[in-house]
């Protein structure tokens, strides 16, 4: 039942007819994008009409994962009237959901393009809290579910989660016999990694202090790695470079994606792209290096676009036969 929008109230819950790949948002948010000639302070600005999308990392890896032909269940929270609209920009998107009703407002982000400098000013919002009875919800959710392979949890946590959230996950994932895949940072990141995960996709700054390094230099990646599988429970790590490329370690290789150079517009939700590619190719039952390039190839064509529009099918599909014929 795509596009249709589900409700839950702590218990009560309506489920769709489930996909392989669900997708948790703890944190998600109406991102507003919108431009200005330049910023001014103390000025009256005239911004043009502005541009709303659902937003978040779980939010954003379903909708990419939608536009690639593939299908994502986005578990999420939404309330008040922010949420409201929010459930409605993502129904629009035809993107399966179950929603967790909150007590508190969805939050807005705004990102504001200076066209005179082709920057942007990216302004984020506190996390709206979540009460213990829903995000308790969520968790009896996903134990409810049926046939899913693949959890994924992407973006920023609530400040009042308990660090545990993961660990609690790692035991829902272990019985279903799904594979977990995290993209998250901090203590939570931590615990994660020794309960069980399947994958993580740190950056550089989240990858060292998970070997209690301040930080690591790109040529560390590897080692530091390979020390983190060694050392945890966790499978794959995949860390993006930027123009470096790419790596995906597992504790016997490494594989390496150099994306084609392209004209860069913007980089938000560059790395929920990538996330996206990775997880359909997982499920499709690609190999790892099919399922880095064509991750890196999704990440690109991100890269492509204004706003948050994520990846277009037609842009990957190109860069993924360029990164193939590398």
Excluded at 125 to 141: A, D
């Amino acid at each position: 039942m795509r596009g249709e929008i589900l409700t839950t109230r702590h218990t009560e819950v309506t489920k769709p007819e489930m996909a392989a790949i669900v997708t948790i948002t703890f944190s998600p948010a109406i991102d507003k994008s919108t431009t200005v000639v330049k910023l001014i302070p103390e000025k009256k600005l005239t911004c043009s009409n502005p541009v709303y999308e659902p937003g978040g990392g779980g939010i954003n890896v379903a909708r990419a994962i939608h536009k690639l032909g593939g299908n994502a269940t986005a578990i999420y929270f939404a309330g008040g009237y922010t949420g409201k609209t929010f459930s409605k920009l993502l129904a629009n998107e035809l993107v399966e959901s179950i929603i967790i009703e909150t007590k508190e407002n969805t939050r807005e982000n705004l990102m504001v393009l200076e066209t005179a400098s082709n920057q942007q000013f990216r302004f984020g919002m506190p996390s709206t809290k979540l009460y213990k009875q829903e995000w308790l919800t969520c968790l009896s959710i996903i134990k409810g579910l049926k046939n899913v392979k693949y959890i994924v949890s992407s973006g920023g946590l609530s400040p009042n989660l308990p660090d545990d959230i993961f660990v609690r996950l790692s035991k829902i994932a272990r019985k279903k016999n799904a594979r977990l895949i995290i993209d998250t940072s901090g203590e939570a990141l931590k615990k994660a990694i020794k309960a069980g995960v399947y994958l993580i996709k740190p950056n550089l700054k989240e990858l060292s202090s998970l070997v209690g390094k301040e930080e690591i230099k790109v040529t560390e990646v590897e080692e530091v790695a390979k020390e983190v599988i060694n050392n945890s429970k966790c499978e794959v790590v995949v860390v993006s470079l930027g123009a470096s490329g790419a790596l995906l370690i597992t504790k016997n290789e490494t594989i390496r994606v150099m994306p084609p150079k392209v004209k860069i517009n913007s980089t938000v939700g560059a790395g929920d792209s990538m996330l996206a590619g990775i997880v359909l190719s997982l499920a499709n039952h690609k190999n790892l290096t099919e399922v880095m390039q064509y991750g890196v190839a999704c990440g690109t064509a991100a890269t492509m676009n204004l706003g948050t529009q994520l990846c277009k099918k037609k842009d990957v599909l190109s860069l993924f036969k360029m990164i193939q014929l590398k």
